[in-house]
């Protein structure tokens, strides 16, 4: 149902976004890291509901989390363009790792109208999930 991608280069995450807007009702946002809240500020009026969780889409731990649940939005769709990407995968003689962005550490989820995740990350491990039947 799901297939990881790569969105390395800032065009293909900016062109992604684009195809996510259209289809987009809402977005769940996680603050992994409790103290980088620089994306949701300003947000305010369009954050639907806020909960602590230790589960949400492709992460399960120990430790609760922050999860925002954000209408979507034209304004959140311009905030997010202005990062460079969610993460960037490498890989160099030692394997893979993940370089983190502007974007930081927190994970973030787009659904649809039935409520179906179109796009999730993991963004620490440098996992983005697309649905299949998605092609941009």
């Given at each position: ?8 280069e800032h065009?293909?995450?900016v062109?992604i976004?684009n195809?996510?807007e259209r ?9 992994v890291d409790?103290?980088?809240?620089c994306f949701?500020d300003?947000?305010s009026d369009?954050?639907?509901q806020?909960k602590?969780t230790n ?10 989390c922050?999860?925002?649940?954000i209408?979507?939005t ?5 905030r997010?363009?202005?990062f ?9 003689e030692?394997?893979?790792y993940?370089?983190t ?11 649809d109208?039935?409520l ?5 990350t993991?963004?620490?491990?440098g ?5 299949k039947?998605?092609?941009?």
């Amino acid at each position: 149902m799901y297939r990881f991608i790569d969105l390395n280069e800032h065009s293909y995450y900016v062109k992604i976004l684009n195809v996510l807007e259209r289809n987009t009702k809402y977005i769940e946002y996680v603050l992994v890291d409790e103290d980088d809240v620089c994306f949701i500020d300003n947000l305010s009026d369009d954050i639907i509901q806020q909960k602590y969780t230790n589960k949400w889409w492709g992460t399960e731990t120990s430790r609760s989390c922050c999860l925002y649940k954000i209408k979507s939005t034209p304004k959140l769709f311009s905030r997010l363009k202005k990062f460079s990407t969610f993460c960037i995968s490498k890989t160099d003689e030692r394997g893979d790792y993940v370089e983190t962005t502007d974007f930081g550490i927190n994970d973030i989820a787009f659904f649809d109208d039935r409520l179906e995740p179109i796009l999730f990350t993991t963004t620490h491990e440098g996992y983005i999930s697309l649905r299949k039947e998605i092609r941009f």
